[in-house]
Each structure stands twice: as C-alpha cells, then as structure tokens.
C-alpha cells in the first residue's frame, strides 16, 4: 500500500488522489493543494512526509469564534497598535526543519501575515500581522488549516506544564525503581544458589513474580522511548529512541519467552534496571536544559535601565526595580521597556523592534503604549501599568529581522553526525546479534540489548549548548552580555574589528566642559538644557549634566539628525547644538584634544562647548589584544584625532574620519563581501546600520544603559579594557567542545567493544549512558572555569 504524501501514514486501499499522488485523507490532500497553490512545495523537499494528521472533517468551523471578543482577543495578544499585532503561539505540531520553513513562510499563505519567527525549542511561532486584511480568528484558522493547531491556553499553564511533566518523570522513576529493588529481591536465587530442589521449584514463581513487576516498566515507565520511536518512523526518521526501544523490547520478549518455556529466567532485573538508570539519565539532562534557560531568561539578560521620576528627580534604576505606577522618562531612540500610558509629551513611537515596520505610531497623552517600541522626538513620560516581562524583550531581541539563512554552523553538524551515529549503532548491533545467535541465542539478545543502550549520541548533542552556556553566563557576570550561543560562535570566527570613536573609543562620562562664545543668561542655559536632554547621544547627555538643572520646559518640533544635531522649539525659540557644519552650515579645524558642540539660538551662533576627549582606560591593551586581527575606526568628526589615534592603531590607513551613518554600513558591508568576518563595536546611535550588518555588533553600555535592538551583545563600559579577553576566551571555548566530542567518542568506542563481546550486561550499560553526559557536562563546566580564570573573568556570581 502506498503512504501519505503529506503524514507518511498507509493510505488503505482508497486512496484520495490529488495531482497524481496518494493521501491518507481530504485533510491531507487539502494541505498539499494549499502549499502547492501558493508554491510552497519546498515543504515536501525538506524532509519526507512532514506533515500532521487531520481528517478533514475536524475543520476549525467556529472553533475560535470567541476570538471575536476584544476582550479575549486583547488578553491573548503581545502587541496591537497602529492596525498590527504581534502574538506568540505555542503549536505541538513543531517537530521538523520542515514545519519552522513552512510556518517562517506564512506571509506566503496570507498578504495579511507580515512575518513570523519560530523557537524550536520551545514549539513557539510569533506571527505579526495587519489586523484589516486577517483577523486573529482568521490567523487561528489558516494555521488549523494547514494542522498546526494552536494551543492557545499554552501561556497561562506553561509553568504548571512544566511541574507537571517534572512529576510525571520523577513517578515513572519511582515506578522503575521499586520494580528494579523487588525483582533483583526475587531473583536472589540466581545471584546466590542454594539448595537445587528449591531453586527449581521455586524458579517458575519467581519469574512470574518478576514478569508481573516488569508489566508497569514496560508499559508505563517506557512509554516515552516507545512514543518518540513511534513518531519518528512514521515521519521516515531515526532519532536516539529508535534503538533504546529496541533493546528494551528484545530484553522483555527474551526475557518472557525465558520465563514461561521454563529454559531461563530471564533478565527482568537487568530490564527495571536499565528504565530506572536511563530515566534518572534523562531527568539529568531535562534538569541541565532547564536550568539553562532558566539563567538566560532571567539572570543574565541584557543590561537596561530606566530613567525614574521620584519627586522631579531622574534616578536610573535597573529594569527589574521598575513596578507599575512608576513614573519613567523616556528620551529620544530609547526603547520603551514595559508596557505604560503616555503621561507628558508627543509620543512618536517606532514598533519596527516589535513588528519590524518602522513608520512612526503617534500617541498622546492617556494613550497606551507596548514594551519594545523606541521613542523618536522629544523625550517623553510614561506611567507603568504592567510588570516588567524581560522574557519577553529577550525574545524580541532574538529574533532575526534580517531573514538571513546562518548557514551550517556547529549545531546542525552535530545533527547530522548524531543521525548517522544512530544508524551506525543498528548496524553493528545487528551483526553482533546474528554473531552470537548461532552459538546462544539468549546471550545474542543480551549484547543486542547491551549494545543498542550503551551507545548513545546524547553527550554529543549536549556538547554545544552546555559548553557554550556556561560561556554566556560567564560573559554575563563579567559585565558582557550576550542575545544567544550564536553569537559566541561567531566570536570564534572573527578575524575583523571595527571600532567607532565617540563615546565607544572615549570616555563620555569623563569629559572635562568648557564654553566659547558669547556669554549664555539662566534661560538660554535652560532652553538649551531642554533640548539637550531629549537626545542620548554622549556629547548631548554631556552637556545636559554640565548646564545648572531647572525647571523642565516642554521642547517642541524636536528633530535628531544621526551624525549632524538636533533642534527643538522651547518657549517659541528655536534650539539648535550640533556640530559646525549642522550650525553654521561650514567646517573649521578642530583641537585634536576636544569634540565641539556648537549652539544657536533663533539661528544666531551664540558659540560652542569644549569636551575634552578622554580616551577609555585600557584603550591600548584592547587595541594591542587583538594581535591577528585587521583592525578598524570609523568616525564621524574630521581628522583632527589622527597623529591621537596613529599611535594606537599603529597605522593611519585604518582610520576613517568623516564618515556618515550611511558610511559606516557601507565599509562594514564591503568588509563582509570580501569574506570577512567583522566584529562591530560602537554605541548603538549613529552606527545601528553598520551593527546590523556586522556579524557580531557590540554596544558600549555607559552609565546610562542604552540598549540598541540593532547589536548582537552589549558590554558594560567598566568592562571594555577587558574586551579582547571576552572574544579570546569564546575562541579557546571551541577547543573544549572538541575535546567533549573527543571523550564522547572514546566512550562509545570503549563501550561498544566490551559489549560486543559480551562483557558488558543491559543494566551496566544504562549506568555507563548517562554518565557519559555527565561527564561531558563535568568536563565542560570545569574546562570552561579553567579557561575563564585563565583569562582572569569572574566565574562565580
């Protein structure tokens, strides 16, 4: 009989027939004639028989009618504003690199659906959509169309999930345990033969006994492997459970055909054993999983702060200290941290964080306005009506707006490896079980068994994220934080260093202020003030702290213009600081030792502040640790600086002066053409596009925590001397994962050569399965330790 071209499942001998193919049903044949209408039949080419099951008559009808209700509807969604929305669906559906493809690819299936993103791992999609041209109910019944059906109450019971799934395992362990501790009771006769008589007459009721303990290990406490090794046949796959089901059904069949013919007793207790050894393994491992997202999700997330109101006063506190009914201000390209409503001020919200559309939302006050979006005019104050949700902007910031394809990186190579080593492991415990099968058929399923459970990819599958976690977390307690283990990859592979000059090269906190020009009376000092604090830039916050602090004044018209200045209107007088050209409309040498912000007032020129630069400490070491590396600054003020900077980058020809926003990604771009692979460190401002597009983007993070969607990591400015110790310590991390492979290896190899032979029995081997893991994890967490104290980074929190 043929199978199903969408599920893989026999199609009966009526086969429904679309486009000369078999389906198992209309649900089936539905789906393909969906993905084929909107050519989406990559789907099918990924990897066979991808789909799910859904007869066709279980269609949605008004299964989410309620989602009608704006109420309902409002709860469930993570964002609606300016007609789009942004929601996160957990789908169980997800299970191959085919349903992420399909489910990336929803804008194909509906003009409506703008872009969605996928997290494996956790079986989530968030869809971003128009809410004119699809409704939610609409989104909820395409995705029920093509059978993946969401599980809409997932984010109100996702915590209880995870108990409860902890339970189940922790009783499944139990059940094994009891069962292993009372037939090993039971079959005593066999470890210490007494009287023959006995043993004889007693034997057959001891294996009854021992079949009747051995029911519940079978049927309940192996359900898991059995499940996981049923589903990936029926997708035409072999995962890690294949095999392990295998043994544990050779060991019970032999193992009952003992017992009830009366030529043996069977190996029972070497089959509790084995359930009870290889799920306290696999609780081992969900443990070490979950920790690791446990520490990224709420421990070692970027570092971002908040400006507070306390009584006129700003204070800048930490994300997590902010609670609802706080009074937060917000200045000009900040990013709105948590949900609020507009208290002061014209907002001009860009979402394009959130939604990835970056036309301007306008608010106003008693407006409501979502976490992620970024301010861009006058700054602002907000009332925060909701907890903090850093998971929530931690997801955000991980998600890949620029749709770029990460090529084969370490992880899929693993994969693949760990796929082959499966069907390799099939191979050789085959032929040792028709090896021993003619000499004695009893032990043949032993070393089939012993075999098939003693070799396991498992450790080589926890290699990547355990070694590379442990390095973000390390990274995180030493001030350097990064959005996902990706990014350590890529520092692996960094040969280029590009760095931006104001406020990432000098210190903006530390600049000495002085004032040329005609002499300034208290208001102009307050108008400027005004303006200057709307902006984050270093030389405008520089000089909002240097002028007298006074009464706020409401700024109007306020522009930024990345790399010029900014202007705003302040009791009917036009405002403008910026540099000389953006004044004055011309150049003029500059002090190498000083940056200039020049002010007029109603376009007169009143004059300009002097900030003595102040490179950061350690300016030189940073420059000179990255011996190998081409090495690059690109700025945008004149060359005044060169003969300055000459003597640490040792050359002139890597300096690159005047160069505009636009500039910046254009020579970081030509860099990643030509096959470099590009660092990128800067302050988010007037450099977001060259972060962008630089394979890693690192922010400098002043006292101020400015935190830019654009980067891949942020480092605390206290932190920056140690800078090339971070990028050296995530390349020396890669020699660890090897040498994990390494031990892996050998530990399949020694295993597997004693139990061909017959030296090693089931319940040894489930011992020796996990322990593999946990030596790889031991070795990963002391190796990288080792490597973090060598480098002289903290490792304890």
Known sequence: MADCVHCGQECGKNPVIYDQKPFCCNGCSMVYQILSEK??????????????????????????????????????????????????????????????????????????????????????????FHDAEISLRQLMELLHAIHYIPDISYDTTKKDSHQKANRRMIMKIG???????????????????????????????????????ALPVITYCSSDFFLSAWKSLRKKVINIDLPLSIGILALFLESSYEIFSGSGTGYMDSLAGLLFFMLIGRWYQGRTYQSLSFDRDYRSYFPIAVTLLREGTEVFV??????????????????????????EGEGSIDYSFVTGESLPVSKKTGDFVYAGGKQTGAAIKLQVVKEVAQSYLTQLWNEDRLGEDPGMNMQTIVNKVSHYFTLVILAVAGSAFLYWAFEDLGKAVYVFASILIVACPCALALTIPFTFGNVMRIFGRN?????NTGVIENLTKADTVVFDKTGTLTHSRSMNVSWEGHSLNE????????????????????????????EDIVVESYREIPGMGISGMTEGHNVMLGSRKFIAGSESPEDSRVSSVYISIDHKLKGYFKLENSYRKGLEEVIAGFDGFSKHMISGDNDS?????????????????????????????????????VIMIGDGLNDAGALIKADIGITIA??????????DAILKSSEFGRLYRFVSFAKKSVSVVYVSYTISFLYNIIGLSFAVQGLLSPVFAAVLMPLSSISVVAFASLAVSLLARKKGLSVSA
């Open 39 to 128: 050519k989406l039949n990559r789907y099918y080419e990924m990897m066979p028989t991808p789909g799910i099951r859904l007869d066709a008559e279980s269609g949605a009808g008004t299964r989410y009618a309620y989602l009608d209700n704006d109420d309902i509807r409002n709860k469930l969604l993570d964002f609606s504003d300016g007609g789009i929305s942004r929601i996160n669906l957990f789908i169980p559906a997800i299970h191959c690199s085919s349903c992420i493809w399909l489910l990336e690819n929803l804008n194909t299936l509906h003009p409506g659906i703008m872009h969605s993103h996928v997290n494996f791992v956790r079986k989530e999609v968030s869809i971003t």
């Open 175 to 213: 059940v094994a345990g009891f069962a292993f501790g009372n037939i090993m009771l039971v079959s005593a006769p066999d470890y210490f033969p007494g009287n023959e008589t006995i043993d004889r007459l007693m034997a057959g009721t001891f294996g009854i006994v021992s079949f009747i303990l």
């Open 318 to 343: 930490p994300l997590q200290d902010v609670r609802p009914g706080d009074l937060i201000l917000v200045r000009n390209g900040e990013l709105i941290p948590v949900d609020s409503v507009m208290i």
């Open 479 to 483: 001030g350097f934080y990064i959005k």
């Open 523 to 550: 208001t102009e000092m307050r108008w400027i003030r005004s303006v200057a604090r709307n902006s984050t830039h270093p030389l405008s916050v520089i000089v909002s702290d240097w002028l007298p602090a006074g």
């Open 641 to 677: 600086e060169r003969s300055n900077l000459i003597k640490v980058f040792g050359t002139s020809d890597a300096l690159h002066f005047n160069q505009s926003p636009v500039d910046k990604l254009n020579f970081v771009n030509d860099l990643t053409n030509r096959g470099r692979k």
């Open 702 to 711: 002043d006292d101020i925590y400015h935190f830019s969607p654009a980067c």
